[in-house]
């Protein structure tokens, strides 16, 4: 078993801020890319901001320089700093971890959290 735990989120005024933090627990061998993605309500899920094992790092243009993720590795945790948010911003985040168990040595899997809810109030 693998798990994703998320904390954070929440309310917030238009240019504040808020960071999303998530756990990943269980019979974990490896983690490649860690991330986050977000779904508003009518659209698909898109792919916030990704960062691998070795701390590279990509962002979808609309948060660039206002988003930060970080993980720590030995923790097995990723967190997402968002700062100047908009109601654009406006999004259930999902944690995503593509992840070797002990169950499956031979291929990763992708897991997802529960989903955080991230309203920004105009």
């Known amino acids: 078993q693998v798990q994703l735990v998320e904390s954070g989120g929440g309310l917030v005024q238009a240019g504040g801020s808020l960071r999303l933090s998530c756990a990943a627990s269980?019979?974990?061998?490896?983690?490649?890319?860690m991330g986050w993605y977000r779904q508003a309500p009518g659209k698909q899920r898109e792919l916030v901001a990704q960062?691998?094992?070795?701390?590279?790092?990509n962002y979808v243009d609309s948060v660039k320089g206002r988003f930060t993720i970080s993980r720590d590795n030995a923790k097995n945790t990723v967190s997402l700093q968002m700062n100047s948010l908009k109601p654009e911003d406006t999004a259930v985040y999902y944690c995503?971890?593509?992840?070797?168990?002990?169950?499956?040595?031979?291929?990763?899997?992708?897991?997802w959290g529960q989903g955080t809810q991230v309203t920004v109030s105009s």
């Open positions: 995503n971890a593509n992840i070797v168990a002990n169950f499956d040595l031979f291929r990763p899997h992708d897991y």
């Open positions: 269980g019979s974990i061998v490896s983690i490649n890319s």
């Open positions: 960062i691998t094992s070795r701390g590279s790092t």
